[in-house]
């Protein structure tokens, strides 16, 4: 089955700062990409999602990068701000198969005064 | 519109004991799926309903987990005989699901911890 790796763990960048966060994938059948961020004891949400037809995402901020050769994928958080503090995960899926999404451990994220 | 819910939001048992935890996914949501995060870990799936079809279980960590989905919409999640190492948030998430694109986002619930003493 699908296995996603999430790299690093924790991160701690000057607000400000670009903060990029990298995941790899093993099943090269996976197509669907989506980061979730989860803010100190709230659910995680969707913040931006990339499919395999596509190398680059662009949302605000926020940026997601695929790359299908190497089965890696990046988030790139550019201007960080405090709010954007979080733990943040990657995840894929094969949605041809079924909806069922694989999760990254996640990254805590501090952004510093 | 309402989200997807979970209840109860916390849960202290004894060791030993059963507990049911349950999720009401959004309306028409076809697919659901239950989680388990341990503190400062990931998120573990546990199993994933889709529709009518035979529920995906491969995540469920032992035969003492079981989940039930009636009427395609409530879920409920069994921990049978629980044991310290069982507790955790256990979060629900339900998605429209299908082939199409942009169906697969999962909206989470605010999950159930669960405390095992």
């Known amino acids: 089955g699908e296995n996603v790796e999430q790299h690093p763990s924790t991160l701690s960048v000057q607000e400000g700062d670009s903060a990029v966060i990298k995941c790899t994938y093993s099943d090269s059948a996976s197509n669907y990409f989506p980061w979730y961020k989860q803010e100190l004891g709230k659910r995680p949400q969707l913040i931006i999602d990339i499919r395999s037809n596509v190398g680059e995402k662009k949302d605000q901020r926020i940026a997601v990068t695929l790359n299908k050769t190497a089965k890696h994928f990046s988030l790139h958080i550019t201007e960080t701000q405090p709010e954007d503090s979080a733990v943040y995960f990657c995840?894929?899926?094969?949605?041809?198969?079924?909806?069922?999404?694989?999760f990254g451990k996640g990254t805590r994220l501090h952004i510093l005064p | 519109g309402a989200g997807v819910s979970q209840s109860p939001s916390n849960k202290v048992t004894e060791k030993g004991k059963d507990v049911e935890l349950r999720c009401d996914p959004i309306?028409?949501?076809?697919?659901l799926y239950w989680y388990r995060q341990s503190l400062g870990q990931g998120l573990e799936f546990l199993i994933y309903f889709q529709g009518n079809s035979a529920p995906d279980k491969s995540g469920l960590p032992s035969d003492r987990f079981s989940a039930e989905r009636t009427g395609g919409s409530v879920s409920t999640l069994t921990i049978q005989r629980t044991q310290q190492e069982d507790s955790a948030v256990y979060l629900c998430?339900?998605?429209?699901?299908?082939?199409?694109?942009?169906?697969?986002?999962?909206?989470f619930g605010p999950g159930t911890r669960l405390l095992v003493l």
């Open positions: 995840a894929a899926s094969n949605t041809n198969r079924d909806d069922k999404i694989i």
């Open positions: 998430a339900s998605s429209l699901a299908g082939l199409a694109g942009g169906q697969e986002t999962q909206y």
């Open positions: 309306s028409g949501h076809t697919a």
